[in-house]
């Protein structure tokens, strides 16, 4: 017997065998079991999800000899007929290569006829937008009202392009893109069936590959066998798909994070030996970076790979800042895109991460925090000119933030000296001798994150290098990692002196806080401002003479 691939051998025959798509199976088994079936169904979604396979197990359902239902037999000279794709009244028409009305006419000239074997005469019409104009019109009225022993099925990647008067007269289930654990959960099952030795990193890796779609993935698995000679290893199978390993990607980004560009090239070129998917590395560079910003800002979060990369990806969460880790993942996922204008593939790839290494703040690595108060005292007034300003307004532009009036010069080369560092200005006091909150919050640049942490906090009092702040129990959520150590490290910075904060819940401190004096200044700012204008000679001769009111919520407060 010739070789059957993996993608027919294992095709389901039954909605129990189905990977996902457990929304589409359970309507349409209720309607089986209920005998509430419509007589036109429309499948959609992207390629190799189980729209046709679905179409004919419900053919299956409708013409089961042992009677409808959403369990057929799979025995019966019906059931073993659709299975071989030579049962008669399961008509089965490609619209791609049948796109005219004369061939849409002869399948409604057909319909009238009553099934040969079957109790329904089932129509199943592949890729159906590709129909043309006329073809949609003549199928209409059958469409609508056809005789009762017809079902049509019709399946579409591209459902835009379907008519509205098409749309209305079917029933529509949208399948989803499988996710790489079902596909992946699908091939370990296969792989045990046929006894081949696998690893599961190249599951994974060809998990990934199939990119939503089952088929592609048994495609590829097909083709990783026949390449590993009848086993799956992980490196043949990235060898075979032109993918790297996740250890290269974590060394890019470890490069950019010390500034090296030497050791960034290096990589660059240890990546380019194995002849990868350029695009593909950007696409895994992308995924890393969005591990790592959930890692910094998402309390708790585990990523839900198998762990070897953990202290990794947490090391270079502490290492990055996370408005950097935001820059980097916007580089990767445009010089993805761009990619095909570039030169060639490995030139556009390089030049996405030196763009990332140009767009690094100049005064170095180190932690985020400390690179956020190394921001601070590069805005205060007395501090020296910073190289790094020019790059700041390109890290704006790359973000997309419109900055016309900021001058642009060319940025400094990342190897060169840092400028020296401005002498730090001293911390103002309050009354009781403790540090003067407000002004703290300003002179350690405690924004995003942690500055709405700091912002709704109150500064209750000083246990030697510790402070104890005071925070409403609505906000103690705010006080977790790395939120918190972001914070030390800028106040530490500011102060001068190592320190540490402790967090207490209190219920009272919500009035106390720069949060809420800085809503009173507003509030009282839109005060006087509406009391202005009720109070304005013009608007009272406008409101006397001509009746005129002041639209309400309209006025807002002048800012400078």
């Known amino acids: 017997m010739s070789y059957q691939v993996l993608a027919r051998k294992w095709r389901p025959r039954k909605f129990a065998e189905l990977v996902g798509q457990e929304h589409v199976v359970r309507a349409l088994t209720n309607a089986l079991d209920t005998g509430r079936m419509h007589h036109a169904y429309l499948f959609t979604g992207t390629r190799g999800v189980g729209k046709t396979t679905i179409a004919r197990i419900f053919a299956k359902s409708l013409n089961c000899e042992r009677g409808e239902s959403a369990d057929p ?44 074997r079957g109790r329904f005469k089932v129509y199943l019409v592949d890729e159906v937008h590709m129909l043309s104009k006329p073809a949609f019109n003549a199928l209409l009225k059958t469409l609508e009202e056809p005789p009762p022993h017809v079902k049509f099925l019709l399946a579409t990647t591209d459902p835009q ?28 099952h296969i792989l045990g069936a046929e006894n081949i030795p696998y690893e599961d990193a190249a599951i994974a890796e060809l998990a990934r590959g199939a ?31 032109g993918s790297v390993a996740r250890g290269q990607v974590l060394g890019l980004l470890q490069a950019l994070a010390d500034g090296q560009g030497e050791t960034l090239m290096a990589e660059c070129a240890r990546i380019a030996s194995f002849s990868p998917d350029f695009g593909g590395v950007l696409d895994d560079l992308a995924s890393v970076l969005h591990k790592i910003q959930l890692i910094q800002l998402v309390p708790g979060y585990r990523t839900d790979d198998d762990g070897s990369d953990d202290s990794a990806l947490a090391g270079l969460a502490q290492q990055l800042a996370p408005e950097d880790v935001q820059l980097y993942y916007q580089i990767a996922t445009s010089g ?34 400390e690179r956020g108060s190394s921001s601070a005292t590069a805005r205060a007034p007395t ?25 642009r010069a060319a940025p400094s080369p990342v190897a060169a000296a840092p400028a020296p560092a401005a002498p730090r200005a001293p911390v103002a006091l309050d009354a009781r001798g403790l540090p003067a909150w407000d002004s703290l919050i300003e002179q350690a640049a405690l924004r995003g994150p942690v500055g709405q942490l700091a912002q709704n906090a109150v ?30 490290e800028r106040i530490s910075q500011a102060m001068g002196e190592r320190i540490k904060l402790r967090f207490a819940e209190e219920h009272g401190a919500a009035s106390e806080t720069p949060a809420a004096r800085a809503a009173n200044a507003r509030e009282a700012a839109q005060s006087a401002a509406e009391q202005a204008i009720e109070e304005d000679p013009l608007v009272q001769t406008l409101k006397r003479e001509f009746g005129a009111r002041v639209v309400p919520q309209s006025i807002k407060p002048y800012e400078n």
């Open 73 to 116: 037999c799979g025995e019966c000279a019906v059931c073993t007929a659709v299975d071989a794709g030579r049962f008669v009244d399961l008509l089965e028409i490609d619209a791609a290569s049948n796109t005219g009305v004369d061939d849409v006419r002869e399948v409604i000239e057909n319909a009238q006829y009553a099934p040969a």
């Open 459 to 488: 500064l209750r009092g000083r246990e030697g290098n510790t402070l104890v702040l005071a925070l409403q129990p609505i906000h103690m959520h705010l006080a977790v990692e790395p939120m918190v150590s972001q914070m030390e």
């Open 383 to 407: 501090a020296a000119p910073r190289a790094a300003s020019p790059v700041a307004n390109e890290r704006m532009h790359m973000a997309s933030v419109a900055e016309p009036s900021a001058p």
């Open 336 to 369: 993805r895109r761009d990619l095909s204008l570039a030169p060639d593939a490995r030139t556009g790839f390089e030049m996405a991460v030196l763009r990332m290494l140009a767009f690094r703040p100049a005064d170095g690595g180190g932690s985020p925090a």
């Open 211 to 241: 990119d939503g779609s089952l088929r592609d993935g048994l495609s590829l698995l097909d083709q990783a066998i026949a390449y590993g000679g009848g086993s799956l290893r992980v490196d043949e199978v990235r060898a075979m798909l």
């Open 161 to 188: 392009k379907l008519p509205v008067t098409v749309l209305s007269r079917c029933l529509k289930f949208n399948l989803k893109r499988l996710l790489p654990e079902q596909i992946s959960g699908q091939m370990r």
